[in-house]
């Protein structure tokens, strides 16, 4: 790559990086803080990996979630890692926020949906009892009465979703009321701009219902219908995220998520998909929930076509990756 040298009056000026280098040296940057991050609270993670296994043993019907989930929580702590820095958190409270963005949705394979906050906080408590002494300190951070509080609290108030405030009756749960709140909160929705909940959707039958009533009105296809449910609620997260720099993201991320559904819609990728999974299941005689039985292979196959759609759209795929199902 060529670089410009600037002369002033005969000394030599460190050169000026173009835009694609500084990029690249932006993400490595990012790299290397994730993979300190994955060391620096090696135990958090752990605690939070062994309540999921522990929650899909008792209740093998919740495997899919689980695969769901682990893309999920690497999208929103990503999210999460940049908000604390555009948002400049003190070292505590981004502590906290990282610790409460591990945590969040720990919950979610042994409680109601609109509960695993609570469950979440439960597991938490639990977390600070078993690896408190172990670790003493976060990044230098004492883990004080005050800074546990923050944790409990930000999981609490992360729930505030326009789905969930429906299926709770319209009734909004508890706000987010400070700076590692809103971190979580807005790490949360960003996370929610994108397929993601394609893939929720596609595991559960009253929403496949649902989605089916639709593709036979519309005379559309069942993926089809599931993808545009999940376009148009995330065009609607834009008005929920909380800071500038989440509102900033949340507007580029609804672009991104449009081109890839109309690039998909526009290939006709949907049907095609949905053809060779029925294909599938008619050779295997597969009977009941076509669809439900084979979420993870159309889940493989939508995904690999989100980052052909990225491609041709000209999207980034470090983006495109944290927009996949």
Known sequence: MEQATIKREGALVEPVKKEAEVIDL?????????????????????????????????????????????????IVLNYALDLIESERLSKEDGAAAIIAVIMHDSGKL????????????????????????????????????????????????????????????????PMPENNVDNVVFDADMLANIGFKNVAFRLDSEKDIGEDKKEAVKNGTSIIEECFKNVTQGAAKLKGEVLSVSARDISE??????????????????????????????????MDGNIIKKNAPLIKKLLNEKIYEAARASDIDLKIAGKLIM
């Open 26 to 74: 932006v993400q490595r940057r990012r790299e290397k803080k994730e993979s300190e991050i994955k060391k620096e609270y090696g135990e958090i993670f752990n605690f939070r990996e062994s309540c999921y296994e522990r929650d899909v043993a008792k209740d093998k019907s919740k495997e899919t979630m689980f695969s769901n989930l682990k893309i999920h929580n690497e």
């Open 110 to 173: 042994s409680s109601d949906l609109l509960k695993h906050h609570e469950k979440g906080v439960e597991y938490a408590r639990k977390m600070f009892e078993e690896i408190e002494e172990k670790i003493g300190k976060i990044e230098g951070v004492e883990i004080t009465q005050d800074f546990k509080r923050k944790v409990f609290q930000a999981i609490e108030r992360h729930m505030n979703h326009p789905f969930l405030v429906v299926l709770n009756g319209g009734k909004k749960f």
């Open 252 to 285: 580029e991320r609804i672009k991104n998520v449009n081109k890839i559904f109309n690039y998909l819609k526009e290939k006709e990728v949907f049907e095609a998909v949905q053809e060779e999974i029925f294909k599938i299941s008619r050779g295997l005689n």
